[in-house]
């Protein structure tokens, strides 16, 4: 299994190169980096003293001494988001990965009778399926990636694309640079979900019930998860 530090790095630099580019500007805001400085400016700054390397983990080190020295307060909030952002990574964010996954089987198992809750308890999980639906707005984010894609890209976007062999719509072979911005936009979203859903007021909400369907989950599907930590509860999802 790979180290937990090197996907972390690669997540950040992938998120660092793909936020140089001008086309992505019409996501900053869904993605709550609207009220910063120029993130593009930002984003691209690093991958410049970076000296544009082919192989992009080797951005991180110029990540890492602006992380340790933000030149602003602007610049540390960009550098805080994009270190703590979800890009798909399972390996690199196991808690928000596997939430992920088993909102879908929970899904599932209410509508088919699997997941066996008591009427208050299926109450709060849907109320909290739907927060989690609300916050990611994932039709309204894939409506912007389609602006993303269909305009025309400055010569600096045609450079870095070319660079790191990125090709929108290509989901086959994971080369869209837009994917892990569609990630990011749902760990995001669970993120707030959690932050926002009055868990100390909802005693009905079943803890323990989804952990157990979730570890079930892990178990059955072989999902890796860090040695020894228990499947987490959704308020630990930070």
């Known amino acids: 299994m790979a180290d937990r530090r090197t996907e972390n790095q690669i997540s950040i630099t992938d998120l660092v190169t793909i936020l140089s580019l001008d086309g992505v500007r019409p996501l900053h805001e869904p993605l709550g980096l609207g009220g910063l400085a120029d993130v593009t400016a930002m984003a691209r700054a690093i991958v410049k003293e970076s000296g544009l390397p082919t192989t ?3 951005i991180y080190p110029t990540f890492a ?4 020295a933000p030149g602003d307060q602007s ?5 805080a988001w994009v270190a703590g952002a979800f890009t798909g990574s399972h390996v690199a964010q196991p808690q ?3 939430w992920l996954q088993l909102l879908r ?3 599932n198992g209410l509508a088919s009778g699997t997941l066996a809750l ?3 308890e299926t109450a709060s999980v849907r109320d909290f399926l739907s927060l989690v639906d609300t916050q990611i707005d994932a039709e309204a984010f894939e409506a ?3 602006i993303v894609r269909r305009a025309t890209m400055t010569d600096w976007d045609q450079r870095i694309h070319m660079l790191y062999g990125y090709v929108y719509r290509d989901t086959h072979a994971g080369a869209d640079p837009l ?4 990630f990011a936009n749902q760990g995001n979203g669970i993120k707030r979900a959690v932050g926002l859903y009055p868990f100390d007021r909802r005693p009905d909400f079943p803890h323990e019930e989804l952990m157990a369907f979730g570890m079930k989950f892990v178990d059955d599907n072989g999902i890796w998860m860090p040695e020894k930590e228990r499947f987490p509860s959704l308020p630990e999802v930070k």
Do not use: T
């Open 56 to 58: 992009q983990i080797d």
């Open 65 to 68: 001494r602006h992380a340790e």
């Open 75 to 79: 610049e540390a909030a960009f550098l």
């Open 96 to 98: 928000v990965s596997v």
């Open 105 to 107: 089987q929970v899904r």
């Open 118 to 120: 008591a009427p208050a």
């Open 144 to 146: 912007k990636m389609d």
């Open 179 to 182: 994917l892990p911005l569609k």
